[in-house]
């Protein structure tokens, strides 16, 4: 993989402009690691438990991508999750997932994707502190690219996408995913044991980029997880919230994001939290 790109060097904050550099190396670095994944996948290290596992192609992704991003953009941040962390000048933190659904990627199924998003400070919007105003999700697996930049609204593919609406849980069709400590497991397993008999029918997919995505062009309802880091939700966020998704937090004083986040029609997202959290 190359260290660098031809992308040219983007307008400070143009939310339209970013999220074109971030669709362009998104889909640059997910063609590569599905060259990768042909050639076979070797398992690098592992983070939170020997479950969670993180591959070469995922260090190499990340690399490509910090030196495109620093290509176009060299006084910006970036945040990534295989170790990246850099302080920049100009407002914008890059926040960037290489292979998000990791294991997927393991194992050759087809959801894994590349998330990229730009951020900016935002106290009151996520509880990392940042907000995107431009991102992309790439899937090399079923071609698909999602863009969305704010007030821009949100594609695939280049045409427009908007969520279901659907406001009615019992007929909500829900996805979550689970974390890889056997305490965050237990407390994601009583939260799927509250929703299930509520619910039309859970997915858990593997990828919350992707499943953000899905829900943003209508293939899921409603969304929710705990224990989310940034570079998972980034992009996907944004993407959801400009097809139309309202996004919350564990409750009404904590914004969304690690310490739970719940996406899907706004008159659907608060009764899909009490079920979830069952008065926690």
Known sequence: MSDSTDAPATPAHDPQALAGLAAEIAQQAATRILELRAQGVAVAASKSSAVDIVTAADQESERFIVAAIQAARPDDGILGEEGTGITGTSGITWVIDPIDGTVNYLYDLPAYAVSIAATVTDAAAFADGRRAIAGAVCNPRTDELFVAWQGGGATRNGEPITITGQEDLAVSLVATGFGYT????????????????????????????????????????????????????????????EAGARLLGRDDATPPGEPFLVAGAPNLVAELRDVVLGGE
């Open 182 to 241: 056997v305490e965050r497991r237990i407390e994601q397993a009583a939260m799927v044991s509250r929703l299930l008999p509520k619910a039309r029918d859970i997915r858990r997919i593997g990828s919350a980029a992707y499943d953000l995505c899905l829900l943003a062009a209508g293939r899921l309802d409603a969304y929710f997880e705990r224990g989310l880091q940034p570079w998972d939700y980034a992009a996907g966020v944004l993407i959801a919230r």
